[in-house]
């Protein structure tokens, strides 16, 4: 258990020190797009290796496809709604991003860590901060710009944290006897949350603030993560 809060407290623990960040640091524009796109590169090569490929192989085609598409379909409404309601530029959606797909990613990533061991965890959590570090930071800084206070914003930040820590010690203690099937569904519809920010907040963003280096940026992050999943047996 005290690995599991070890592994939560870095992977949350990410989502405050990016929000910190980016309302109280300097975060020029150009460093961000490219650790945006870093992000990505990562969260692209975890969609298909850690979430869809497994599902599909112990869980089956049909619920995997049917988690991918329920996770996309509930994105691009929820990041719909708080667009018309924050504006586009508001950080609220990749706030979105982070939630929806972090929650039922936090949740497999509960289960993960039964009898996982240390250079797995240590891949697996590294993999999640590299993604949540840079894509708090950007969000967060929108969010301030937008005319929030920043001590509101660092705190809608910390929330979303501590639900996506809960999500994982719920993962870790209520979710080891669930059907592949079940698994297969929740890790699928992370998966369809964030291709689905991918397409729509992140590597347009990316390429807005480092048009030049955002595709070399995002084969970085694909390289790292495939390093980390290396390092971990994946």
């Not at 290796?49 to 994105?75: K, N, Y």
């Not at 240390?118 to 930071?137: D, F, H, K, Q």
């Not at 206070?149 to 979710?175: C, D, E, F, N, Q």
């Not at 519809?189 to 729509?200: E, M």
Request: hydrophobic content about 55%; charged content about 15%; some cysteine.
């Amino acid at each position: 258990m005290l690995t599991v809060l070890a592994v939560v407290l870095v992977v949350s623990g990410a989502l405050i020190a990016g929000a910190v960040w980016g309302v109280y640091g300097k975060l020029s524009g150009r460093l961000e797009g490219f650790l945006v796109a870093l992000a990505g590169g990562a969260l692209l090569l975890s969609v298909t290796s850690e979430l869809i490929q497994p599902s599909v192989e112990r869980g089956g085609l049909f619920p995997a496809m049917l988690g991918v598409a329920a996770g996309a379909i509930v994105f691009t409404v929820c990041d719909y709604l708080i667009d018309e309601k924050w504006g586009e530029k508001s950080g609220g959606g990749l706030l979105a991003a982070i939630t929806l797909d972090g929650i039922p990613e936090n949740l497999a990533l509960g289960v993960a860590l039964i009898g996982a061991g240390g250079l797995e965890v240590a891949a697996l959590a590294g993999s999640i901060l590299l993604s949540n570090l840079p894509e708090a930071a950007g969000g967060a800084r929108e969010m301030a710009e937008s005319g929030r206070a920043k001590g509101k914003v660092v705190g809608l930040w910390a929330g979303t944290a501590l639900l996506l820590s809960m999500a994982a010690i719920a993962g870790y203690l209520a979710l080891d006897t669930v059907g592949e099937e079940a698994l297969a569904i929740i890790r699928c519809f992370a998966a369809g949350a964030v291709v689905a920010s991918l397409a729509t907040e992140v590597f347009p963003k990316a390429y807005r603030e480092d048009s030049h280096l955002a595709g070399v940026a995002t084969a970085l992050g694909v390289i790292l993560a495939f390093g980390l999943g290396s390092l971990g047996g994946g």
